[in-house]
């Protein structure tokens, strides 16, 4: 059972193509090339530092139970990260947009990966608290820091639209195509079943989230890449052919003489922003939840985060897919070109692998993307039947409609609303990133002073200090 949305399908792509080509590329690269320099090449200089918050458990509410961890943040955020982008999302770049897509995807990920720091910076620094933890996101730093509360609800209504609604249908398409590939199974039983589960996880709030995220996602990961580097060993001698291809399809003469350059560059853009989602918004609403002393330590895990997704995560499966040559079959697409490329590895085996790393990876995603949802749902209203309603869209009906929807309607209707939404957060960032940059010195200064664990003031930045509520 598959709905017929092709009239829909063509007008959404229309958009696509008129919001993607100039602006939003331009608006990304531009941006991260900025917030790289501003910061002093902050994603490469304190790579250090990164590992080291990650583990680091200092707080500034350690007896309160409900605060989350500086560690439990990260996961929920990688839950979101680590998905279908990352299996069925990088085998779509390379069969739309050729070998050379996951170079662009490699470099919006090193720029980007100072956007992130920049977002969750801020999103640290303008939360509030709330009864189960603290609360914050772009809807805030833009309500509290650029005082205007027609963008924060703007903001709000685009990431509850893309990530609580949009998003998890691309999940639940991957999971129900994956499963029926592997195993047979009918999408439309998986679809419900999935629906089911989603439900009863979003009823239970950010603290269930963040248990079942800090289990699931090291796991999966860590299995994933395992096979992925079993893969490489067994290749080992394809290893430099694989960097070749992937160049010189980036920058090669052919793809400039017929046209097709730029189909590359904006579909690498494109997949890698849906995987590692550094610019988008999305991470700074659970990067704000971080109990921590000072808002730069979750930056700093924020923007490792979009290296662990895109440089580790994404090309492992770009290795696999152009190591079994899969990619030019026609009638391969998404998850099922990921599927018959590990197959063509390893066996039969290596489908339902996929079908069940797929399954965790896109259903961890459900779960995270709900929670983006809610945090803007909490900020524009506090009538409860409002979230009553987005909770049973989210997990219930958007979930359901990837499962009967079509592969190419899901992933244009989740591109609409990516470009949507990266867009009013990077105007933001444009005007409050000064913030985040003296944070940062001042992070850097007690660091250097031999402070271990620098801590943060409302008084270190008083032009914002009556803006501030989570800070002494």
């Known amino acids: 059972m598959t709905l017929n949305l092709d009239a829909l399908n063509n007008i959404i792509t229309s958009i696509n193509d008129a919001l993607w080509a100039y602006l939003l590329i331009g608006a990304l690269i531009l ?153 047979g199974f009918d999408p439309l039983v998986v679809g419900c079943i999935i629906t089911a589960i989603a439900l009863f996880i979003a009823f239970g709030g950010i603290q269930r989230i963040a248990r079942v995220s800090s289990i699931m996602v090291p796991v999966m990961a860590i299995g994933y890449f395992i096979l992925a580097l079993v893969v490489v060993i067994m290749n ?70 979009v290296f662990t997704d895109t440089l580790v995560v994404c090309s492992c499966t770009a290795f696999m897919v152009l190591v079994s040559g899969l990619y030019t079959t026609e009638g391969l697409e998404g998850i099922q070109l990921t599927q018959a490329s590990l197959e063509s590895q390893v066996g039969s085996w290596g489908t339902i692998f996929v079908a069940i790393a797929l399954f965790l990876f896109a259903f961890s995603s459900i779960i995270g993307n709900y929670y983006y949802g809610e945090a803007n749902i909490r900020f524009l209203t506090d009538k409860k039947w409002v979230l009553t309603v987005f909770r049973i869209l989210s997990g219930g009906g958007f ?7 079509s592969f190419e309607f899901v992933w244009n209707m989740g591109d609409l609303f990516m470009a949507l939404v990266t867009l009013c957060n990077l105007i933001a960032l444009a005007f409050l990133s000064k913030y985040a ?36």
């Open 236 to 305: 080992i001698n394809m290893v430099p052919h694989v960097f070749k291809l992937i160049i010189e399809s980036a920058f090669g003469f052919e793809q400039v003489a017929g046209g097709g350059l730029g189909m590359t560059i904006m579909v690498g853009v494109k997949r890698g922003l849906f995987s590692n989602e550094a610019g988008e918004g999305s991470a700074p609403n659970v990067a704000a939840t971080a109990d921590i002393s000072h808002p730069v330590k979750q930056g700093l895990i924020q923007a490792l985060g």
């Open 31 to 183: 941006c991260g090339l900025y917030f790289t320099i501003r910061s002093r090449f902050v994603q490469f200089t304190m790579i250090g530092d990164m590992f080291r918050q990650l583990v680091d458990s200092s707080s500034t509410h350690s007896g309160k139970k409900k605060h989350i961890s500086s560690f439990q943040a990260f996961a929920v955020s990688m839950a979101t990260r680590v998905g279908t982008g990352n299996l069925a999302g990088v085998a779509t770049a390379i069969a739309v947009g050729g070998p050379g897509a996951i170079f662009w995807m490699w470099l919006i990920a090193l720029f980007g990966s100072a956007t992130a720091f920049v977002e969750a910076t801020l999103a640290q620094l303008f939360k509030r608290p709330s009864s189960e933890s603290f609360i914050g996101g772009p809807a805030y730093y833009i309500s509290r820091g650029m005082h205007s509360k027609w963008m924060a609800r703007l903001f709000a209504v685009l990431i509850t639209l893309t990530f609580g609604l949009s998003y998890n249908s691309i999940q639940s398409n991957a999971i129900c195509g994956a499963l029926n590939k592997a195993f």
């Open 399 to 405: 979930v359901f409609l990837g499962a009967v929807a």
């Open 437 to 472: 940059f003296k944070l940062l010195k001042n992070y850097r200064d007690q660091r250097r002073r031999g402070i271990e664990n620098p801590v943060f003031h409302r008084s270190d930045l008083p032009e914002v200090a009556d803006d501030l509520e989570a800070w002494d």
